[in-house]
């Protein structure tokens, strides 16, 4: 094999290379935005079951002083269902 063959295989390959380099640059950049999006999404329902469970706390307390257990069984049921929601968001966000 002549020494221009290997040169221009060898310049063929560093091209092919570069092209290779900037594609998975690329797709690193698309990667880390949908990172912190996705981080960000989890950010923001920490605080959502954060303001959720001190509504609940909140509820409970209501209830254990005014002793309606109706009204707040219901508003209970629907916090722990919002509750295991969010936990199961954060669940799936976390994979």
Same mark, same amino acid.
């Given at each position: 094999?002549?020494? +221009?063959e290997?040169?221009s295989?060898? /310049?063929?390959?560093?091209?092919?290379?570069? =092209?290779?380099? #900037? #594609?998975?640059? =690329?797709?690193n950049? !698309?990667?880390?935005?949908?990172? /912190?999006? &996705?981080?960000?999404?989890?950010?923001?329902?920490?605080?959502?079951? /954060?303001?959720?469970e =001190?509504k609940?706390?909140?509820?409970?307390?209501? /209830?254990?002083?005014?002793?309606?257990?109706?009204e707040?069984?219901?508003?209970r +049921? &629907?916090?722990?269902?919002?509750?295991?929601?969010?936990?199961?968001? !954060?669940g799936l966000?976390?994979?």
């Open positions: 094999m002549a020494a +221009d290997i040169l295989k060898l /310049k063929e390959n560093i091209k092919k290379m570069i =092209t290779l380099l #900037q #594609q998975y640059r =690329t797709e950049n !698309i990667l880390r935005e949908e990172l /912190k999006k &996705k981080e960000e999404e989890i950010n923001m329902k920490k605080r959502e079951l /954060k303001d959720l =001190t609940y706390e909140t509820l409970k307390l209501a /209830k254990s002083i005014s002793g309606i257990n109706t707040t069984k219901g508003a +049921d &629907k916090i722990n269902l919002i509750i295991r929601d969010l936990d199961r968001c !954060i966000l976390n994979r």
